[in-house]
């Protein structure tokens, strides 16, 4: 069972046809890396975590951390080689599948299942763009909301917002007040204030922590500042952390 697709709404056109990542093979994924180390963002923060970074993004946010994964070309690897991968690193039940936007490759939905069918915990990270219809229902999504300091914010599909369950995370990536004023706009529009897991993340360099927690405080928000934890354990590691 999918995800489920609930009336309502205006979707927006993502910034590239969503059907498939150019070049990619029937049966395969590009893949960026795949690495073990600590969930640095969202709920499952602090807990050992697998990564499974695909190749590719629909999106060009200014404030882009993972760039080689558009820039660079990635590893193509079948289903099997994938799994296989995941099985050499430590047995732990946590799998992100992020990027770049992994729905943008059609086999990613295969993953997904090949995942839950081996009783791993799986987690989607995704930019928000792609339809999480076709998403399975035990997947966790993480959707990723880049707000108007992006230059992205254009390319949402706000219709996401009603296609996530309890379980899912709706994390603002905010650089500036602007940003704030926008998604507490969008969480009123779509009454997300009684949402389990509301995160507000400031961008490194850009909005301090300590400013973002004075604007919650002031409005009384329920939404959790969080920051994000890799970049404070293994701060200027851009890869593998």
């Excluded at 498939?20 to 180390?37: D, R």
């Excluded at 792609?130 to 707000?147: E, F, G, N, Q």
């Excluded at 230059?151 to 706000?158: K, Q, T, W, Y």
């Excluded at 899912?168 to 507490?184: C, G, N, P, Q, T």
Aim: charge should be negative; include cysteine; glycine fraction near 6%.
């Amino acid at each position: 069972m999918a995800k489920e697709n609930k009336p309502g709404g205006m979707a927006a056109e993502p910034a590239t046809p969503p059907d498939t990542l150019p070049g990619t093979l029937p049966g395969t994924l590009m893949v960026a890396e795949i690495f073990y180390s600590l969930q640095g963002e969202s709920s499952h923060a602090g807990y050992p975590c697998i990564f499974v970074r695909l190749a590719g993004c629909n999106l060009r946010c200014v404030y882009c951390d993972a760039r080689y994964t558009y820039e660079e070309a990635g590893t193509c690897r079948t289903i099997a080689e994938v799994m296989a991968a995941i099985a050499e690193l430590p047995p732990v039940s946590r799998v992100e599948i992020t990027g770049g936007e992994p729905l943008l490759q059609e086999e990613v939905y295969s993953l997904l299942n090949a995942l839950l069918a081996d009783q791993r915990q799986v987690l989607l990270e995704t930019n928000g763009t792609i339809s999480l219809a076709r998403v399975p229902a035990a997947v966790h999504c993480i959707m990723d909301v880049k707000c108007p300091g992006s230059g992205m914010a254009e390319h949402l599909d706000r219709e996401n917002f009603r296609r996530l369950t309890d379980r899912d995370e709706i994390k603002f990536v905010l650089s500036d007040r602007r940003d704030y004023d926008w998604a507490r706009k969008i969480i009123n529009e779509y009454q997300l204030a009684d949402h389990p897991h509301l995160i507000f993340s400031p961008v490194t360099n850009r909005l301090q922590p300590s400013e973002l927690a004075a604007w919650l405080l002031a409005d009384a928000l329920p939404a959790r500042l969080q920051l994000q934890l890799h970049t404070q354990l293994w701060p200027g590691c851009l890869r593998g952390k």
